[in-house]
């Protein structure tokens, strides 16, 4: 099995930049992808970057890109995710997700396709 753990949360003004971190532990050999969702109040949780860790292919949701920038660090096997430009709808729960099952393009942006969640942390913009 694969954990984990989450940090970097916070509040921020708009415009504002922030940094999450994501540090895998366990079976990290049989990751295929790390992905970030978020979960605003009274909405469902949304798809916001993923990346590939072997090949380091990215992914953005059309809300996040030019602003949001997903990498990794596969010998410390964490997943950053640099947030620059935020704004007050970016306020949300930020939940790292990781997948030990193999990924297409076609499902690394859904939930299904990830086995191991983070526990979240709160991101909050102000205006």
């Known amino acids: 099995q694969v954990q984990l753990v989450e940090s970097g949360g916070g509040l921020v003004q708009a415009g504002g930049s922030l940094r999450l971190s994501c540090a895998a532990s366990g079976r990290t050999f049989m990751m295929y992808a790390m992905g970030w969702f978020r979960q605003a109040p009274g909405k469902e949780r949304e798809f916001v970057a993923a990346?590939?860790?072997?090949?380091?292919?990215?992914y953005y949701a059309d809300s996040v890109k030019g602003r949001f920038t997903i990498s990794r660090d596969n010998a410390k096997n964490t997943v950053y995710l640099q947030m620059n430009s935020l704004k007050p709808e970016d306020t949300a729960v930020y939940y790292c997700a990781a997948s030990v099952k193999p990924t297409t393009i076609a499902t690394i942006t859904y939930e299904f396709t990830y086995t191991t969640w983070g526990q979240g942390t709160q991101v909050t913009v102000s205006s």
């Open positions: 990346i590939s860790w072997s090949r380091g292919s990215t």
